[in-house]
């Protein structure tokens, strides 16, 4: 979709230059999750991040993120140079990039381009600071990046561990930890006993499911 020229308009008098709103490769500034959102209208910025050196900056709407995670990944290990990466997930309407969505810049792992093609790493392209992962359909954030006020931060703790078997330290918390997807792998070291033994029986009814179906069909 196209930007509308009140759009246009707004982006130019915030001091954007025709360069950089001009033409269809700078449509997607105009689109959720980079889209700025209109002063007047009711975003209600409930958080602030941004970047190391400040060019990339935005606001969140939503009080608590619908999950929060840490991964484990080999890919999340090597593109964020950490042992493993926390990340909240959002929808993309709940992000407003207030500064520096011109300083975006996009990377997608599998093909290893630097084109806008999902799901990509966004990064700032001045100081690299990874800003968030964006999906097909939700963002996933870096909290890491989010300015918290006290007692703000633990809305954004994470639920589990995913791809846990892949880690390079222990993290001994207490919470579920996934050998690879969360809820589509086994739990393992201290995971809460009780879900360990209710993924078991997950699991088994999954196999019965399968044989018995298996059966129908013979
Ligand atoms: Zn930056
Ligand atoms: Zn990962």
Redesign the pocket.
């Given at each position: 979709m196209s930007p509308t020229n009140t759009e246009k308009e707004q982006a130019k008098s915030d001091g954007s230059k025709d360069e950089q709103i001009e033409g269809e490769h700078n449509e997607w500034k105009f689109r959720v999750p980079y889209k700025v959102h209109d002063k007047d209208a009711n975003f209600k910025a409930l958080y602030e991040g941004?970047?190391?050196?400040?060019?990339?900056k935005y606001q969140l709407s939503r009080e608590a993120p619908l999950s929060a995670k840490y991964c484990h990944c080999s890919t999340c290990q090597v593109l964020h140079g950490a042992p493993f990466q926390w990340a909240a997930i959002f929808h993309k309407e709940d992000i407003n990039f207030t500064h520096?969505h011109h300083?975006l810049g996009w990377y997608e792992s599998s093909e290893k381009t630097t084109k806008h093609k999902l799901p990509c790493k966004v990064s700032?392209?001045?100081?690299?600071?990874p800003i968030m992962d964006e999906g097909r359909n939700m963002i996933l954030l870096f909290p890491s990046l989010i300015k918290f006020k006290e007692g703000e931060k633990k809305k954004f703790d994470p639920s589990c561990h995913m791809f846990y078997g892949n880690r390079l330290v222990d993290i001994k918390d207490g919470l579920p930890k996934w050998t690879g997807l969360d809820g589509k792998s086994e739990l393992i070291e201290d995971s809460p006993p009780e879900l360990v033994k209710k993924r078991k029986r997950e699991v088994e009814e999954e196999e019965n499911e399968e044989k018995e179906g298996k059966s129908a069909k013979a």
């Open positions: 941004g970047c190391h050196c400040g060019r990339v520096g300083d700032c392209a001045y100081c690299r600071s």
